[in-house]
């Protein structure tokens, strides 16, 4: 699967995958699912899955979080190139349904948001073995996914990503695919020449800050890179934008 021409439709969430090895339809095998993108303002949530035959692994893996882009790339790269015994899928969420599932009446909050995206990747692919890098409670979240899925054996653990290496390549695999987009992101709002220099785009950042401030239309407020369901957003809005009652 080739991440590179992909371009992300600011309205929608959709999957991406690769194939799945025979292998991991025949014998049993390890599914480790992550995420990347919880904590910014700005752009999509990736939550991707791996599922490989552990025997066959023979890449050095990490969390992401330890790794260079330039490492994590190269480590994609790898995974990609071993479909013999690796697979993988990612969940896209997008900025807006982000913001619509947070803002809407009867609340759908972020961690609902990310259980569900990961039950229903289990679904997608899921084999024998789980080992999920915990979202909210681990001994909540590990019920949840047993009561599920009945049959298999489910481990949650904080900080999966650097204890179980199938974790870790979920990690790059979402990590990777949420850099690559919002480095490339598409508005298909008029802004024109729209500054790409928003820096991480977590709340605190000031390069961040800075930019939400700039692209802040006191009427129509943000182009839907933004999760304006953040309250950093929401802030800016209330204090630099025009009120409007319904």
Same mark, same amino acid.
């Given at each position: ?8 439709? *600011?309205?929608? #969430?959709?999957?991406?995958? #690769?194939?799945? !090895? ?7 095998? $390890? ?16 939550? %991707?899955? $791996? ?42 969420? /997008?900025?807006?349904?982000? %913001?619509? /599932? ?6 759908? *909050?972020? *961690?609902?948001?990310?259980? =569900?995206? @990961? ?5 997608? @692919?899921? +084999? ?17 996914? /047993? ?6 054996? &489910? ?6 990503? %650097? ?7 979920? /990690?790059? $695999?979402?990590?990777? @695919? ?16 729209? =500054? !790409?220099?928003?820096? #991480?785009?977590?709340? *605190? +950042? ?10 802040? =239309? ?12 953040? %309250?950093? @957003?929401?802030?800016?809005?209330? #204090?630099?934008? &025009?009120? &409007?009652?319904?």
């Amino acid at each position: 699967m080739d991440l590179s021409s992909f371009e992300m439709d *600011n309205s929608v #969430s959709c999957r991406l995958a #690769s194939q799945i !090895p025979d292998v991991c339809r025949t014998e049993d095998c $390890c599914l480790g699912i992550d995420e990347a993108g919880r904590g910014p303002v700005l752009g999509m949530l990736k939550i %991707s899955h $791996c599922i490989l035959k552990l025997i066959h692994c023979v890449i050095p893996l990490s969390d992401s979080k330890t790794l260079t882009e330039a490492e994590r790339e190269r480590l994609f790269q790898k995974l990609d190139e071993s479909r013999n015994y690796v697979g993988w899928a990612l969940q896209i969420l /997008s900025p807006n349904t982000i %913001s619509t /599932s947070m803002l809407q009446r009867t609340k759908y *909050n972020l *961690n609902a948001l990310s259980h =569900d995206t @990961a039950i229903a990747l289990v679904q997608y @692919a899921l +084999d024998n073995g789980v080992y999920v890098d915990t979202v909210g409670p681990a001994e909540k979240y590990q019920e949840k996914l /047993s009561q599920r899925f009945p049959g298999i054996e &489910v481990t949650v653990k904080p900080k999966a990503d %650097s204890l179980f290496p199938i974790v870790s390549a979920a /990690s790059i $695999c979402a990590k990777v @695919a949420r850099d690559r987009v919002v480095k490339g992101w598409k508005f298909n709002e008029d802004l024109g020449d729209v =500054d !790409p220099d928003y820096g #991480s785009g977590y709340p *605190n +950042d000031p390069k961040t800050k800075a930019w939400l401030l700039k692209y802040l =239309d006191p009427v129509f407020g943000y182009p839907q890179f933004v999760r304006f369901s953040w %309250s950093t @957003a929401q802030t800016l809005m209330d #204090s630099k934008a &025009v009120p &409007v009652h319904w």
